[in-house]
């Protein structure tokens, strides 16, 4: 089975084709938006959602994807947001990690047959080490190998 970590890591790629956005795939101290951090689980999501299928050959993993935009007080940053949280298009969160639907590869291994955004599950104030930003969170889930 592909490893949280080396899922996370090719989420990650596929959200840094979106340019001018800065993504970690681990939870950083410290964000400097625009950014996105991606997250083990999503709410009551698990992790990971173990044997999807026959002899635990597939195993579903959730995670958090979480954007910040911008300080909560910048008129500019619900722009932001909501270009991010398009279904569609150059600055699109949700048609970056689905790529048309694309097997999710690390160092040309397959490791997921696919990554779908399910979800934006919070729209608002985001607090981040003691910052307070504009953000949400979308719910993506990848059918792992």
Not at 26 to 51: F, L, N, R, T, W
Request: glycine share 8%; net charge negative.
């Amino acid at each position: 089975m592909a490893s949280l970590r080396v899922v996370r890591k090719a989420l990650a790629a596929r959200v840094r084709t979106i340019e001018g956005l800065r993504v970690r795939d681990q939870v950083p101290g410290e964000v400097s938006p625009p950014a996105v951090v991606i997250v083990p689980g999503c709410g009551k999501a698990a992790p990971i959602d173990y044997d999807k299928a026959f002899a635990g050959g597939s195993h579903a993993m959730n995670f958090a994807v979480k954007i910040l935009v911008g300080a909560a007080h910048d008129l500019s940053a619900q722009d932001a947001l909501d270009a991010y949280l398009d279904p569609d298009g150059a600055r699109s969160v949700k048609a970056a990690i689905e790529a048309d639907m694309a097997e999710l590869v690390h160092d040309g291994d397959v490791v997921a047959d696919y990554a779908q955004v399910r979800a934006c599950t919070h729209y608002g104030f985001v607090d981040w080490s003691g910052v307070t930003y504009l953000g949400a969170e979308m719910h993506c889930e990848v059918l792992a190998r």
